[in-house]
């Protein structure tokens, strides 16, 4: 053995720290819960256990992950960074054992410690850094990026409130705020000494240098200190380690000792407290902007700190910033992070010297944006007076960079039909207003929707003026999730089913669960097939009755709708097909169908009242139907609270129908869409967002398919809509809104849901009325098959074989070689 001393090996005992064998597993359990908890197993709680295994675990990665850094750094890798305001991670501890390899090892060493590894799994507080699908996209995107071994940085914020807890009070929404750091974080490694100071507010000075430069001097109202903290995000079945960056906001100094000394100790602490805030919380609005001035500025806050720690990076091996855009990819996850080519420009000009023209270059090469919505009140402008008070500096090099555009547009364009004035970054008005999704465009050098008709529909309309002007910057990347956590961590029963027929390549090779199909005439593997989903169902009846204390029956159908709550996504038109059910069975008491439990899940913004009326109504029809003597077990109706990812984990499992219902051209994409295919779900949908290419891929016989194209959408509203005209030539859909409208869900109070309903009559935007009959229709559909079980097994099982597009590893590899040119760097 070598004596030296190595600094790669600090001469610790390294296998207590890496081993992963039951023993030293057990070893270090104990070991950590001792020293870090300061616990021993008599008083330990169910906490103290996770806390310990959860140290365990990640005393394996940072072995990984220093190794990765190293490799990284000789290596001279191009990285990609990925620019986030929400990570929407979930849970650590199961997927990070599942991507180790180590789960059986650590849950044979706590049963040697009598704990049971599923318990101490429920301790974990979600980690709720995002609002739903782009946060959860960007989480994804991170296991795909460390799986295929390719350098990244997820960048963004380390909001100390995430996502509120959503509890149902008489069955109205209530938030309650996130404590998820409450009882510490074992996962984030703090970086103190890694700060940047963040300049807010102020003014700037124009002077010339000593050497007749012109320079500009930002003269800020306050500093803000940004504080890394770092989680090890590991690949499955790789020792690639990747960094998930997240900024605290600090104050600078804690107190303010003048005002501390003439006494006025409230005004000290008060510059903490505000600075503080940046980080503070997320804001909870899905697709709709807050336009308020904390946003801008936590936005701010995370894109500076962001691109000074790449500068850093990058300076550490480089001269000078000039191949910037050679060492970094950097991704625009949406316009949250656009600021960043201003403040790229900043950097690049102010900080560094550089000339305009070179720097730009620089940052248009570096960057490229992912567009997640066409809903109008979600493209964020921010009003320029209000830029103008945080961003000073940002407004003047926005200015310069739209008047460059500006005169390139004019050349390119001759201004056809007005198009230089849509083009524009700054849009005409009172007050003027920042178009960022302009700035994204302009600042890119490659602009992607998220499938394949949203990348269309951006062509054709939201970004139209920008795809005539440079077409060849906009790619289509369909959006993708991890069959790590979505299937092998969540679905073990079906999971392990797949493996003993195929193998288990298909954990990191999705398109291989085609070798499914070969056993799809072995009726023992059907009869498996159905036994798993039963005994997911039951598993899930469980949960169920105990969060809402309802019955439901694992024999029945359970048809689920779960993300966030909008009426875009139409629940509501679900609630009416249950209302209608309900009708048939009232009116019809001997009524033979198909067992239906109908399964709702998601938040609602704070802020919007329809969304929340929408889960009053889901409870409201829920208790009148669920006790129903006459129902009985034919219909249930229940709304799982708080959807978050350690719920939907259990909900996907479960499921046999997923509804993706969203009115055609609204939804990007969709992704739980793809997670209950992957379990094993049939689909009734709309042509809408990734559902055209799930139905693509597992085929239309395999797939409810219903309503208006994106087409017919356009054209009905162009040509006038007239909902009511679908009331009165339908009576079941009239039946089932009088009812609600009569106050029978509500006690009699007919006011309670007379807001939706006098909207779906009056205005009804998604044309809920006018695809009502067609969705009634598939539905009946899905009852026949229902009564054919075999054949629905046999569906069930195509749309699992057939769902490897929607891995998150085959959207990365796109990126990787449509926009980002980066190759795998693996470590040994
Ligand atoms: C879209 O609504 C898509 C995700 C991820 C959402 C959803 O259809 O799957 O993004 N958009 O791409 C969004 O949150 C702010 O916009």
Known sequence: MSQQNNLDHPKLDLHSRTGTNADTLQRAILDNLFYIQGRFPDVATPHDWYQAVAYTVRDRQLHR???????????????????????????????????????????????????????????????????????RLAACYMDSLATLEIPAIGYGIRYEFGIFHQRIENGWQKEISDQWLHLGNPWEVPR?????????????????????????????????????????????????????????AEAEQSFDFEAFNTGDYYAAVEEKVKSETISKVLYPNDEAISGKTLRLEQQYFFVSCSLRDMIRIHLQQEPDLSN??????????????????????????DEHHMDWNPAWSVASR???????????????????????????????????????????VRVLTHDVCGAVTRLSIIEEGEPKRVRMANLACVGSHAINGVAALHTELLKKTTLNDFHN?????????????????????????????????????????????????????????????????????????KLLKERTYVDVDPQSLFSVQAKRIHEYKRQHLHLLYVVTLYNRIINNPNLSM???????????????????????????????????????????????????????????????????????????????????????????????GANVEIREVVGDENFFLFGMTAEEVVHLKTNGYHPRHYYDGNAELRAAMDLIASGYFSHGEADVFKPLIDNLLEHDPFMVLADYEAYCHAQS???????????????????????????????????????WKVQPTPVD
């Open 65 to 135: 992950w220093v190794k990765t850094a190293q490799t990284y750094k000789k290596q001279k890798s191009r990285s990609v960074c990925y620019l986030s305001a929400e990570f929407l991670i979930g849970p650590m501890l199961g997927s990070n054992l599942v991507n180790l390899g180590i789960e059986d090892e650590v849950r044979e060493a706590l049963s040697a410690l009598g704990q049971d590894l599923d318990v101490l799994l429920e301790q974990e507080p979600e980690p709720g850094l995002g609002n739903g699908g782009l946060g």
């Open 594 to 688: 198909a067992p239906r439990v109908h399964i709702l899940g998601g938040k609602a913004a704070p802020g919007y009242a329809m969304a929340k009326l929408f889960i009053k109504l889901a409870h409201a029809v829920g208790e009148m139907v669920n006790r129903d003597q006459m129902v009985g077990d034919r219909l249930k109706l229940v709304f799982f609270p708080n959807f978050n990812v350690k719920n939907a984990q259990r909900i996907y499992p479960a499921a046999d129908l997923s509804e993706q219902i969203s009115t055609a051209g609204f939804e990007a994409s969709g992704t739980g869409n793809m997670k209950f295919s992957m379990n094993g779900a049939l689909t009734i949908g709309t042509l809408d």
């Open 366 to 408: 570096t960057f490229s944006y992912t567009n997640h919505t066409l809903l109008p009140e979600a493209l964020e402008t921010w009003s320029l007076p209000l830029l103008q008070q945080v961003l000073p500096r940002h407004v003047e090099i926005i200015y310069e960079i739209n008047m460059r555009f500006m005169d390139q």
């Open 324 to 349: 910037f855009h050679e060492k970094f990819a950097a991704q625009l996850n949406d316009t949250h992070p656009a600021i960043a080519v201003a403040e790229l420009m900043r950097l690049l000009v």
């Open 192 to 248: 103190p000494l890694l700060t940047f100071r963040v300049n807010l507010g102020g003014h700037t000075e124009h002077y010339t240098d000593d050497h007749g430069n012109h320079r500009v001097r930002w003269e800020p109202e306050r500093v803000v200190l940004g504080v890394a903290h770092d989680t090890p995000i590991i690949g499955y079945g790789v020792n690639n380690t990747n960094l998930l960056r997240l900024w605290k």
């Open 781 to 819: 559909q899905v009852d026949d098959l229902w009564a054919q079980p075999d054949l629905w097994t046999r569906k069930s099982i195509l749309n699992v074989a057939r769902i490897g597009k929607f891995s998150s590893d085959r959207a990365i590899r796109e990126y990787c070689e449509k926009i």
């Open 469 to 541: 002007l440079w077409p060849e910057k906009f790619l289509n990347v369909t959006n993708g999730v991890t069959p790590r956590r979505f299937l092998l961590l969540s679905n073990p029963k079906q999971s392990k089913l797949i493996s003993d027929r195929i193998g288990e390549g298909w954990i990191t090779d999705l398109e291989k669960l085609r070798g499914l199909e070969a056993h799809l005439d072995d009726a023992g593997f059907r009869e498996d097939w159905r036994r798993v989903k039963r005994e997911n169902k039951e598993a899930l009846a």
